[in-house]
């Protein structure tokens, strides 16, 4: 039996999960950040320089927005294959003196949440996706995007999911700040939490009960049976994805006074390992669900 994950009875948080400053390779402080950041109607950041714990005390808010702690390890495991690493969480005894697999183990062992970041970018294949035990897979990263058009995780994410149906996805920034990649805010999650919390959208971020976005809005996702409705922001594409070929597609018309589609229906297959749902607006930016259902 399976439950429908999300739970919208809260405000929805929008929030940053992979930022650098110049603690490692960015080049703003972590200060600066959080303004700007908040000016762009940002709610929560994790603070993820390389192989560097954050250590940004619970109940520190610059101009109200949250900070959260974590890490990024990079590297290569033990058989030389390069891993980049994002955990979130509040750490002891990480640094680089450590294996990526013994950074990993330790982040692990105190309650981190792991996810393999932008995995095309970093070149690994689907077979490292089993390397270690994630929480989730980024599925757009901005700045690798941006870079050189290898921003997106979704192959590796639907192998990941097929195997772990609990997988989550997460867009995000990997800003830097830096003269040569000076893009930030294209990638983003937005958790649904009863209250902009430390416990709260902790909790929302575990769950799953949060979608990512490079530009449009999922408004509401809501479930009757295997029915799932969402309402958006006007996109173009609305699409069920499930696994190999199998899923369902809603298309705004092409004519030139079509109107963009605000809502959708789908009925979910029960035999499926999964499925989700993406947007995709009239800019071509998407957002993403995480599985719908929680095995």
């Known amino acids: 039996m399976s439950t429908f994950r999300y739970q919208l009875n809260g405000n929805w948080y929008k929030g940053n999960t992979h930022l650098h400053s110049t603690v490692s390779d960015g080049l703003k402080p972590y200060q600066e950040l959080a303004h700007l950041y908040r000016q762009s109607g940002y709610d929560f950041l994790y603070l993820t320089d390389h192989w560097e714990v954050s250590h940004i005390l619970p109940d520190r808010t610059d101009e109200g927005l949250l900070w959260f702690n974590g890490i990024e390890l990079n590297g290569p ?42 995995p095309f970018w970093t070149g690994n294949s689907l077979e490292d996706t089993q390397k270690f035990s994630f929480d989730a897979c980024e599925v757009f990263n901005y700045i690798c995007q941006c870079e050189i058009g290898k921003g997106d995780g979704l192959i590796h994410y639907s192998y990941m999911l097929e195997r772990n149906p609990n997988l989550l996805g997460i867009a995000s920034d990997d800003s830097h700040f830096s003269s040569d ?3 930030w805010k294209g990638g983003w999650v937005m958790v649904n939490a009863k209250e902009r919390s430390h416990a709260a959208i902790q909790a929302a971020l575990r769950t799953g009960n949060f979608y990512s976005s490079s530009g449009p809005e999922f408004y509401n996702i809501s479930c009757q049976g295997k029915r799932v409705r969402v309402e958006t922001s006007p996109v173009q594409f609305v699409k069920l994805v499930g696994p190999a070929w199998h899923g369902h597609g809603k298309a705004k018309g092409m004519l030139e006074d079509a109107k963009p589609i605000t809502s959708a229906e789908f009925e979910i297959s029960p035999d499926w390992a999964y499925a989700y749902i993406e947007i995709q607006d009239m800019q071509n930016r998407r957002a993403w669900t995480n599985n719908l259902f929680v095995p």
């Not at 005894?93 to 309650?111: F, H, M, Y």
């Open 77 to 118: 495991d033990s058989r030389g294959q390069e891993f980049h690493i994002v955990c979130l969480g509040n750490f002891q005894g990480i640094d680089n003196s450590l294996t990526l697999e013994q950074a990993v183990k330790r982040a692990t062992d105190q309650n981190g949440f792991i996810i393999l970041a932008h």
């Open 181 to 183: 990649s000076p893009m």
